[in-house]
């Protein structure tokens, strides 16, 4: 059953991509104009700069990546480290913006109007969405992300097709588990250093149920971890959000018989990852189920995986980014303590 489970996972991310693009890319004459997103677009952007990292997980996810001409330092996955990097959401380079000829800006709430407005000087529209929280509210912005960058036929069929595939392979993920059910937790430490997890009913708490394991905080209705619920659950599987977060735990006496703990069984999945719904939400589920199943294999993978890269001025500011006209299909990791590459060993052992 093992190696059924590790076949499978590997199997549903090579698809995932393929399915989103198959039947994607055939244009239609009707494309265009479209209005989302506060502001109308004439023709099919070229070069676009994304200022949130949601938005730029999602606009991976459906393979518009490709039209990336720059990002804000908060778009951190690393899977987006060849895109230049212009200022943050709130303080955008514009004129780095200006020079890479973009003709699209798509923001949140955070661009201010006198960014908003120098971006439109240097010749680019500005759309700005507000960040999901509710399921309907996410595929609405597939939708609307979609269509922006695709026309309202193609670019709506494409997100409305990307936003079905990432539930559907994130179900075939959850099935396949169902055999080697374990008691999981996730922790994450907050501002006041008191460990917390994912509340009932939000997003990043759906995202991470569909890892299909029994979440020892299931019921939870405040972020806050009750300890003696935590000794109580006694969770085999610990995921956490940070170094500062598994060290918070070690130290506390009390949650010494954990068994996550006793037995070492932790690994590191950045909070984040949970929050960005496409392809790092996809990536972080997986790599929770590797995880346990060479865990469980007594062949443990260690190695963390990489979510980020370190956001660094651009050296060209019209550098062309494309990644690829896919998300790319995941690479086998060093066998060390640190993936660099940010993604998962698709070997199949046993």
Same mark, same amino acid.
């Given at each position: 059953?093992?190696?059924?489970?590790?076949?499978?996972?590997?199997?549903?991310?090579?698809?995932?991509?393929?399915?989103?693009?198959?039947?994607?890319?055939?244009?239609?004459?009707?494309?265009?104009?479209?209005?989302?997103?506060?502001?109308?677009?004439?023709?099919?952007?070229?070069?676009?700069?994304?200022?949130?990292?949601?938005?730029?997980?999602?606009?991976?996810?459906?393979?518009?990546?490709?039209?990336?001409?720059?990002?804000?330092?908060?778009?951190?996955?690393?899977?987006?480290?060849?895109?230049?990097?212009?200022?943050?959401?709130?303080?955008?380079?514009?004129?780095?913006?200006?020079?890479?000829?973009?003709?699209?800006?798509?923001?949140?709430?955070? +661009?201010? /109007? !006198?960014?908003?407005? &120098?971006?439109?000087?240097?010749? #680019? =529209?500005?759309? @700005?969405?507000?960040? $999901?929280?509710?399921?309907?509210?996410?595929?609405?912005?597939?939708?609307?992300?979609?269509?922006?960058?695709?026309?309202?036929?193609?670019?709506?069929?494409?997100?409305?097709?990307?936003?079905?595939?990432?539930?559907?392979?994130?179900?075939?993920?959850?099935?396949?588990?169902?055999?080697?059910?374990?008691?999981?937790?996730?922790?994450?430490?907050?501002?006041?250093?008191?460990?917390?997890?994912?509340?009932?009913?939000?997003?990043?708490?759906?995202?991470?149920?569909?890892?299909?394991?029994?979440?020892?905080?299931?019921?939870?209705?405040?972020?806050?971890?009750?300890?003696?619920?935590?000794?109580?659950?006694?969770?085999?599987?610990?995921?956490?959000?940070?170094?500062?977060?598994?060290?918070? +735990?070690? /130290? !506390?006496?009390?949650? &010494?018989?954990?068994?996550?703990? #006793? =037995?070492?069984? @932790?690994?590191?999945? $950045?909070?984040?990852?949970?929050?960005?719904?496409?392809?790092?939400?996809?990536?972080?589920?997986?790599?929770?189920?590797?995880?346990?199943?060479?865990?469980?294999?007594?062949?443990?993978?260690?190695?963390?995986?990489?979510?980020?890269?370190?956001?660094?001025?651009?050296?060209?500011?019209?550098?062309?980014?494309?990644?690829?006209?896919?998300?790319?299909?995941?690479?086998?990791?060093?066998?060390?303590?640190?993936?660099?590459?940010?993604?998962?060993?698709?070997?199949?052992?046993?």
């Amino acid at each position: 059953m093992k190696r059924i489970l590790s076949i499978v996972l590997a199997v549903c991310m090579l698809l995932s991509s393929a399915a989103i693009f198959s039947g994607c890319n055939n244009k239609t004459s009707n494309d265009w104009p479209v209005t989302v997103g506060g502001v109308t677009i004439d023709k099919e952007p070229v070069n676009i700069v994304v200022l949130n990292d949601v938005f730029a997980d999602i606009i991976s996810y459906i393979g518009y990546d490709v039209k990336m001409a720059g990002r804000s330092q908060e778009c951190d996955q690393e899977f987006l480290y060849v895109v230049p990097v212009m200022g943050t959401a709130a303080a955008p380079d514009t004129a780095a913006i200006a020079a890479a000829k973009a003709d699209l800006v798509i923001a949140d709430n955070t +661009l201010g /109007a !006198d960014a908003k407005s &120098a971006i439109e000087s240097g010749g #680019a =529209k500005v759309a @700005t969405f507000e960040v $999901p929280t509710t399921s309907d509210a996410l595929k609405q912005l597939y939708i609307d992300l979609g269509t922006l960058l695709g026309g309202k036929t193609t670019g709506n069929e494409k997100g409305t097709k990307g936003y079905d595939e990432l539930l559907n392979m994130l179900g075939t993920m959850n099935t396949a588990t169902s055999n080697v059910v374990q008691t999981v937790a996730y922790v994450y430490l907050n501002a006041n250093n008191q460990p917390c997890t994912f509340v009932k009913g939000t997003l990043e708490y759906q995202f991470f149920e569909y890892n299909g394991n029994s979440n020892v905080f299931a019921n939870q209705a405040a972020p806050e971890i009750n300890l003696d619920e935590f000794r109580l659950g006694n969770p085999n599987y610990i995921f956490y959000d940070n170094e500062n977060t598994l060290a918070a +735990l070690q /130290a !506390d006496q009390s949650l &010494a018989g954990v068994n996550a703990l #006793a =037995k070492s069984h @932790t690994c590191m999945i $950045p909070k984040k990852a949970f929050f960005r719904f496409g392809k790092s939400a996809e990536q972080a589920i997986f790599d929770m189920l590797n995880y346990i199943d060479k865990s469980s294999k007594a062949t443990p993978d260690n190695a963390t995986p990489d979510y980020s890269v370190k956001a660094t001025v651009a050296p060209e500011a019209n550098a062309a980014p494309a990644a690829t006209d896919a998300p790319a299909a995941p690479a086998a990791p060093a066998a060390d303590n640190q993936n660099d590459s940010g993604e998962i060993n698709y070997t199949i052992e046993g």
